[in-house]
């Protein structure tokens, strides 16, 4: 994890509708992740890979 946040393009879902929220950004081969109501906190970063599966995995819903 990561206190300080880059310049990165944020993007917040689609599907976001109240205060529970995450935004996403990409980063050369990583997709950092962050807190919406909190940009300035920490932020934790996954393999671009993983996260496309783990995005694949929730439109299939499998991870019900």
């Given at each position: 994890m990561r206190s300080e946040s880059p310049?990165?393009?944020w993007?917040?879902?689609?599907?976001?509708g109240g205060t529970n929220c995450v935004e996403?950004?990409?980063a050369s081969d990583r997709v950092i992740v962050r807190d919406s109501k909190c940009s300035?906190?920490?932020?934790?970063?996954f393999l671009a890979a993983?996260?496309?599966a783990f995005v694949q995995a929730l439109?299939?819903?499998q991870l019900a």
């Open positions: 310049q990165y393009q993007r917040k879902s689609s599907r976001s996403a950004a990409m300035a906190g920490p932020t934790i970063s993983d996260w496309t439109q299939r819903d």
